[in-house]
């Protein structure tokens, strides 16, 4: 199965898509996506787990989920008690402007959630009814659609991620991924960010993690939903879309660096991935 890209119209002159309250089951839950545009989940109710990049948290009732732009994520939710939640999606240009002669950006938590690899947000009673109150207008503002919805759902939006970066600075709420997977697994999910430009297929993890071959397999699929050449291509493409709009390397260069045995088969599995050239994909 390979990730699911998720579409969203980059060219919008308003890039925010919520699903609200949506229930999931293992049945009509997304296979692992991957999309440019940043998402915050909120738990209602139900329990399930979820792979964010390297890591894995158990989500409960009341739980934030943070999601950086152009990581691999998927939810497995719980088959006895299905989560109930809202997802919103929104691109990083529509929150960015002036700091106001400030240090504060309404992006850091995303940053923060990525450098250190913590993705989960526990909350409060009072952060509950806050959050679900922001929730709420949100929402309505898009059923009603009355002039000025579009602003209205920015300034939600923005108080949303205010009160996040607000609640992420009580060092102890921000809480480290759940320790669901064995050591060698979390530790091989780490190499292979680590060591892209090298061989990175089934036989060389297996044997560097100390496990059957079929083993590896079969838990690396369970746990996060890709077997092992999607996720490695997938990660590759990551590290290329980085790479391509952060430096003014060579497309060859890049291809050689993120580990593809060819420019044609690296500008091959780019397109298939994003929907463009990776030169289309530079220019944008």
């Known amino acids: 199965m390979n990730p699911y890209r998720k579409q969203f119209d980059a060219s919008t002159a308003f890039p925010f ?5 949506d229930s999931k089951s293992a049945q009509n839950e997304l296979p692992d996506h991957l999309h440019d545009w940043h998402e915050i989940v ?12 390297q890591t894995f948290a158990l989500a409960e009732p009341g739980d934030l989920l943070l999601i950086p732009g152009n990581t691999i994520h998927r939810s497995f939710p719980d088959p006895a008690d299905p989560k109930l939640s809202t997802a ?3 691109s990083g240009t529509l929150v960015h402007g002036s700091t106001l002669g400030d240090t504060f ?8 959630a990525q450098r250190q690899r913590r993705y989960k947000l526990p909350t409060t009673m009072t952060e509950r009814e806050q959050i679900e109150a922001l929730i709420e207008s949100i929402h309505s ?4 659609k009355v002039q000025g919805y579009r602003h209205a759902s920015l300034i939600r939006l923005q108080q949303l991620l205010l009160l996040i970066n607000r609640m992420m600075g009580r060092a102890e709420q921000f809480q480290a991924a759940t320790s ?5 697994m979390t530790n091989i999910l780490a190499y292979i960010d680590e060591n892209l430009e090298e061989q990175l297929g089934l036989a060389q993890l297996a044997a560097r993690a100390a496990v059957t071959p079929s083993h590896f397999s079969r838990l690396f699929k369970k746990l996060t939903g890709l077997n092992v050449t ?5 990660k590759r493409i ?3 879309k980085e790479l391509l709009a952060r430096t003014d390397a060579q497309i060859a260069e890049i291809a050689q660096q993120c580990g593809f045995e060819s420019l044609p088969h690296f500008h091959r599995m780019f397109k298939k991935m994003t929907g463009l050239t990776p030169a289309r994909y530079k220019k944008h």
């Open 17 to 21: 898509e919520y699903v609200y309250r």
């Open 42 to 53: 909120y738990i209602y109710s139900g329990r399930g787990t979820f792979f964010i990049d």
């Open 88 to 90: 919103l999606f929104f």
């Open 105 to 112: 950006s309404y992006m850091r938590c995303f940053e923060l």
């Open 141 to 144: 503002e898009h059923i009603d």
């Open 180 to 184: 669901i997977a064995p050591r060698w």
């Open 230 to 234: 999607e996720y490695v291509t997938t």
């Open 238 to 240: 990551i590290r290329a």
